[in-house]
């Protein structure tokens, strides 16, 4: 059984301040989702002298992110093994 006055509030369209809220919703998503990202995407450029690398293991996959001193030796250490580590060694100059 229809409740007093339903079927005309179906009928009508949102009220200014709805539409006001929504707007401010629809923004604050839009911001968020890009300030997420460029947490993700952007820091791996930031650095300089840096190597990010993405390795898989046996218990999933890790990240490997050395900078300065710590990436020349890391990229010394590890030789040509495993091919995705040379190639990050090269492109940082290593």
């Not at 840096?50 to 590890?78: D, N, Q």
């Amino acid at each position: 059984m229809p409740f007093e006055g339903q079927a005309l509030r179906s009928r009508t369209g949102l009220r200014a301040r709805d539409k006001g809220f929504l707007a401010a919703l629809a923004a604050a998503a839009m911001v968020g989702s890009g300030v997420g990202a460029y947490l993700h995407f952007g820091r791996e450029s930031s650095a300089a002298n840096c190597v990010t690398i993405t390795l898989a293991s046996t218990m999933g996959g890790s990240t490997i992110h050395k900078c300065g001193a710590a990436a020349a030796r890391f990229c010394r250490e590890a030789g040509p093994t495993p091919p995705q580590v040379a190639a990050a060694c090269r492109r940082e100059g290593f």
